[in-house]
């Protein structure tokens, strides 16, 4: 009896973390579904072909989010790598993790409207460079954060280890440093890659309806309510992350929620 | 020579990418909330707050933002912590090991959505008790989605929170050595209750303290779901913003600006509770 109830919450609890992903999938096939029935009547290939074929909108922002998002997590991660280093051992670390947490805990579309009187100024508003700006300046302080576990006492001891050898500061970055944070460096990558492919609210604001990622067109479709179409560009939007998953778990863990 | 010049380099460019946006954007925000910049504002004033409390909006706004976190986040943790300690193991290798990690690979735009195709009156749900008998028609069925017990909205912030704190939880349980605690309280003579409600319990509870809080300032910026899940009113902190803000009345955007500047002074506060709790650095 006590196993079958344990049996019975891990079933509950396989279905609460597969059921959504797999009704998605089901949803992005369809082509009827009238109510009460349970499933949809009419499945077909025909929405993928629509969708993903030559020129169509939804291909164009995949293509779109996909280089916001490759470009904000490159620079995000270069840029986080070089700046944790200096909180890191910095007198001041705690004031300026403090500092940095900050924006990171902000609501991006709050941030958002505070900022778009400058990228209005800028000339930054309804197009590419803006948002990936904007997006850059959410991922940053993430990237930032993640990096100060990994400037540790110890990655500090190899480096000077590296100096009294009469080794030099290039030669203790390509030799130890790097090959040290080679595995935090894919990890951050990815998950930066996350935040600004999950973004919209932010993107909404600075990319001022001129600049359609796929989250602006899971909106759109949900507003329109066109849910097979939905259920197609959320599926878009999951698959990186399941992907990622299957290569490695670590890839896709973010605190933001 | 090399070293200061990369340090002041370091210090501009983590300046111009965290700490001056910030600023500027939080500046900007206060002096429009104060009438100092402003296409209709005139010079200082304290009419806009004024105009803001004189309503119950905001309070109702705060309150309401920091129930549906707070709803939510205890739903989360106490699914977590139970599961957490009935399967501690489950997590860390398996094929759990990997389905718990699958919430996290939705936005949040995805979770609301699959919510409100699961929840709403022609949901997947109502079809089913459809099925089963138990209703007869869409209007039978309870209101899931945009309705007043924000059900939609508690559901699908546990859902995109659940993966986290089980994976906290069970980390947590291995790096705290709880199961060393147990067989000491079992041998002492404690029951399995005791042993969970006064050790176990408290020890993950404490020590997930900083993340907790850290976790709910998250939740009170949360703007996609209550979005598309919440019902017009009341509105949380940044539909409310956003809605001041983007819609074409120009007499309500310095309100707007100043539900930004209190949601703002509102996450530096929790933030800095959230350091003081945490002894250590803080870290992702």
């Not at chain 1, 993430?142 to 480096?159: A, E, M, T």
């Not at chain 1, 492919?197 to 909404?204: D, P, V």
């Amino acid at each position: 009896m006590k196993y079958s109830i344990k049996y019975f919450i891990l079933l509950m609890l396989a279905l609460v973390f597969t059921l959504p992903i797999a009704i998605l999938f089901l949803l992005s096939f369809s082509q009827k579904w009238v109510f009460p029935k349970l499933l949809p009547e009419k499945l077909t290939l025909e929405n993928w072909t629509v969708i993903l074929g030559d020129g169509h909108v939804i291909s164009n922002s995949f293509v779109i989010s996909l280089s916001i998002a490759l470009f904000v997590a490159g620079s995000a991660t270069i840029l986080g790598f070089v700046l944790s280093r200096y909180i890191a051992y910095h007198p001041k670390r705690r004031l300026l993790t403090f500092l940095t947490y900050f924006p990171f805990a902000l609501s991006p579309v709050i941030f958002a409207i505070c900022l778009k009187y400058y990228f209005i100024k800028l000339g930054l508003i309804g197009n590419l460079y803006g948002i990936v700006l904007a997006q850059l300046i959410i991922a940053l302080p993430y990237s930032i954060i993640f990096f100060l576990s990994f400037w540790n006492q110890k990655v500090l001891d190899y480096q000077n280890l590296v100096y009294t050898l009469g080794g030099k500061q290039k030669q203790a970055f390509l030799y130890i440093t790097l090959p040290l944070a080679k595995s935090f460096l894919v990890i951050c990558f990815f998950q930066c890659f996350l935040i600004s492919w999950f973004e919209y609210g932010l993107t909404s604001i600075i990319g001022y309806g001129k600049i359609s990622t796929l989250t602006i067109h899971v909106f759109q479709f949900i507003n329109e309510a066109n849910i097979f179409y939905a259920a197609l560009s959320c599926c878009l939007l999951i698959l990186p992350p399941v992907i990622l998953l299957w290569f490695n778990k670590r890839f896709i863990i973010q605190q933001k929620g | 020579m090399f070293k200061p010049l990369n340090k002041t380099l370091n210090f501009s460019i983590l300046m111009l990418f965290t700490l001056l946006p910030l600023l500027a954007g939080l500046g900007y925000a206060i002096a429009y909330s104060f009438g100092l910049v402003g296409v209709l504002n005139k010079g200082f004033t304290l009419e806009n707050w004024k105009i803001l409390f004189s309503t119950s909006e905001v309070y109702i706004s705060v309150l309401y933002t920091s129930w549906l976190a707070f709803a939510s986040l205890s739903i989360c943790i106490f699914i977590s912590l139970a599961v957490v300690l009935a399967f501690p193991k489950k997590f860390k290798s398996g094929i759990f090991s990997y389905l718990v990690y699958m919430p996290l690979a939705f936005p949040s735009i995805v979770a609301a959505f699959f919510f409100f195709q699961f929840l709403s009156n022609a949901g997947i749900l109502a079809r089913l008790c459809h099925q089963l008998g138990i209703i007869n028609q869409i209007s039978d069925f309870p209101n899931l989605v945009n309705d007043s017990y924000h059900i939609g909205i508690i559901s699908t912030q546990t859902f995109l929170s659940l993966p986290f704190f089980i994976l906290l939880y069970a980390s947590l349980y291995q790096a705290e050595k709880l199961e060393d605690y147990q067989k000491l309280a079992y041998a002492l003579g404690a029951s399995k209750k005791q042993t969970i409600f006064k050790i176990s319990i408290p020890i993950l509870l404490k020590r997930s303290l900083p993340s907790i809080i850290i976790y709910f300032i998250f939740k009170l910026g949360s703007y996609e779901v209550p979005l598309l899940l919440g019902k017009s009113s009341p509105e949380t902190i940044s539909v409310l913003a956003v809605r001041k803000l983007q819609k074409f009345n120009l007499l309500d955007i310095p309100q707007g600006y100043a539900i930004a500047v209190i949601y703002a002074f509102l996450v530096l506060l929790l933030l800095f509770i959230a350091f003081k709790k945490s002894k250590h650095q803080y870290e992702v």
